[in-house]
């Protein structure tokens, strides 16, 4: 890629060149502006542009609810709250419902303090999260549908801490 090239490309693009780059890769093809998708050990992972041109979000997907009535998804919410808010310490992956009605966990990250492998790394660690939440999902719902103060108690510690 010429320099020229390089130059065109927002700074999250210039950002995921470089990180192919460094990993001794290339991206197979464009680097969409909007972000890039993929799957990896069965979940679909992002990684986004912030507004702010310093950062990106790293997303992962932890299962499509759109199945699930608005009681069960207004009950989990507030669990999911919770939930963020007994990791906030830990870690600085947030768990959220998106506006189509999917649980995924996200985490924001400053492109210029994020090498390549970091990132590699944080991918790896959300799937890993994503994975167990998914597993403590159904406890989630069923504890919050049944007695909505006790599902506190239904997060696993490998959810919350890691």
């Known amino acids: 890629m010429s320099d020229t090239t390089i130059y ?3 700074p999250f693009q210039q950002w995921v060149v470089k990180s192919f ?3 001794g890769s290339a991206p197979a093809g ?3 502006p909007l972000g890039l998708e993929f799957e990896s050990d069965g979940r679909v992972a992002r990684i986004l542009p912030h507004t702010d041109p310093g950062l990106a979000v790293v997303e992962v997907v932890v299962e499509d609810l759109a199945d699930k009535d608005e009681g069960t998804l207004s009950r989990l919410a507030l669990q999911l709250l919770r939930l963020n808010d007994e990791a906030r310490f830990e870690h ?3 768990a959220v419902l998106d506006a189509d009605d999917s649980l995924c ?3 924001l990250i400053s492109m210029a303090s ?3 492998e970091d990132l590699a790394e ?3 660690d959300g799937i890993e999260r994503a994975s167990l939440l998914a597993e403590g999902l159904q406890g989630l719902l069923v504890v919050s549908s049944a007695d ?3 599902a506190k108690s239904a997060v696993t510690a490998g959810i919350v801490r890691g």
């Open 148 to 150: 909505p103060a006790s």
């Open 122 to 124: 944080l991918l790896g």
């Open 105 to 107: 966990i996200f985490v």
């Open 21 to 23: 780059g460094d990993l």
């Open 114 to 116: 994020t090498s390549a």
């Open 92 to 94: 600085g992956w947030q």
């Open 8 to 10: 065109e490309l927002t």
């Open 30 to 32: 464009a680097v969409d």
